[in-house]
């Protein structure tokens, strides 16, 4: 299978992340097929999808016929069978839970014709422990869009031991073809590239407030106006989650037993006591 021949997309997750990714890919001509388990999410990505178009337009950002090219080639369908039946691609966007992946994919294996190609967008588990949940691990990647996915260009595409050459070809090229920028690991490790660089930084900011070296608002400016970032750490934490960074972190920790990779104290105490950054209205900062 080449590139020509994916003409169906199945997104699995309507979450945030998976409804950007369907509806980025639906832009740029592929059909998309978006499924969830939940019909409440399903509902509401079906609203946000009209909405953030209609917005778009209204603001000049895109015209009109590309909003409807967007509408019309995206479905929400009603079963994950009816969404994956017949595709050629599957990217899964759901929970960050192994055993609850390895379910799905296993069950995407029965579904999904034999060629079809099976990515997830995790940026902390690495395809090959997934892929054996299939009868496909040579057509098993990780290809982790960045949030948001609508605006983001990068995609990171991991190459595990069990993937194939022409899978993370494929693959590549239809990052391109929808838009995106993707860069290739040719090894797996966790947190892939851009990850492992921002946790090393947020790794630094934390150990100069851990040690009282300097205040929150003052590493933030310093990130910003000496290393021209366009947030500091802190307010990056508190819009991707204050409570992703650490469970991140746990994981990392626990998986390689690493002191460097514990998740530092004033981070355990944020996520403990719920303050998980915008989406709970407090974090490092008030909202």
């Known amino acids: 299978m080449n590139i020509d021949d994916v003409n169906k997309?199945?997104?699995?997750?309507?979450?945030?992340?998976?409804?950007?990714?369907?509806?980025?890919?639906?832009?740029?001509g592929f059909k998309v097929s978006l499924a969830d388990v939940s019909a409440d999410m399903m509902n509401d990505a079906k609203?946000?999808?009209?909405?953030?178009?209609?917005?778009?337009?209204?603001?000049?950002?895109?015209?009109?016929?590309?909003?409807?090219?967007?509408?019309?080639?995206?479905?929400?369908?009603?079963?994950?069978?009816?969404?994956?039946?017949d595709a050629q691609v599957v990217i899964e966007a759901i929970i960050e839970k192994l055993d609850i992946k390895r379910e799905l994919f296993a069950e995407l294996d029965n579904i999904c014709p034999l060629e079809t190609i099976m990515a997830s967008n995790s940026s902390t588990i690495v395809?090959?422990?997934?892929?054996?949940?299939?009868?496909?691990?040579?057509?098993?990647?990780?290809m982790h869009y960045f949030n948001p996915a609508l605006v983001m260009e990068l995609v990171?595409?991991?190459?595990?031991?069990?993937?194939?050459?022409?899978?993370?070809?494929?693959?590549?090229?239809?990052?391109?073809?929808?838009?995106?920028?993707?860069?290739?690991?040719?090894k797996e490790i966790s947190g892939f590239v851009v990850?492992?660089?921002?946790?090393?930084?947020?790794r630094e900011a934390l150990f100069l407030l851990e040690n009282g070296i300097a205040s929150?608002?003052?590493?933030?400016?310093?990130?910003?106006?000496?290393?021209?970032f366009p947030m500091g750490p802190f307010r990056l934490?508190?819009?991707?989650?204050?409570?992703?960074?650490?469970?991140?972190?746990?994981?990392?920790?626990e998986e390689s037993g690493d002191p460097n990779e514990k998740p530092a104290k004033v981070l355990e105490e944020k996520y403990l006591t719920g303050e998980y950054g915008r989406k709970t209205g407090k974090g490092w900062y008030d909202y």
């Open 9 to 28: 997309v199945c997104v699995v997750g309507a979450g945030a992340m998976g409804r950007q990714i369907a509806l980025n890919t639906a832009l740029y």
């Open 47 to 85: 609203t946000w999808a009209k909405d953030y178009l209609d917005g778009r337009v209204a603001k000049g950002k895109m015209t009109k016929a590309k909003a409807e090219t967007g509408l019309n080639n995206l479905e929400f369908a009603p079963s994950l069978e009816e969404a994956a039946k």
């Open 127 to 142: 395809s090959s422990k997934i892929a054996d949940a299939t009868k496909r691990s040579d057509k098993v990647c990780n």
């Open 156 to 186: 990171e595409v991991v190459k595990g031991p069990h993937t194939s050459q022409d899978t993370v070809g494929l693959i590549m090229e239809f990052a391109r073809r929808t838009n995106k920028v993707p860069i290739l690991l040719e």
């Open 195 to 202: 990850n492992r660089i921002l946790g090393a930084v947020h």
């Open 216 to 228: 929150i608002e003052d590493i933030d400016i310093g990130a910003e106006k000496g290393l021209r």
């Open 237 to 253: 934490m508190d819009f991707t989650g204050i409570d992703v960074s650490y469970l991140v972190r746990k994981q990392r920790y």
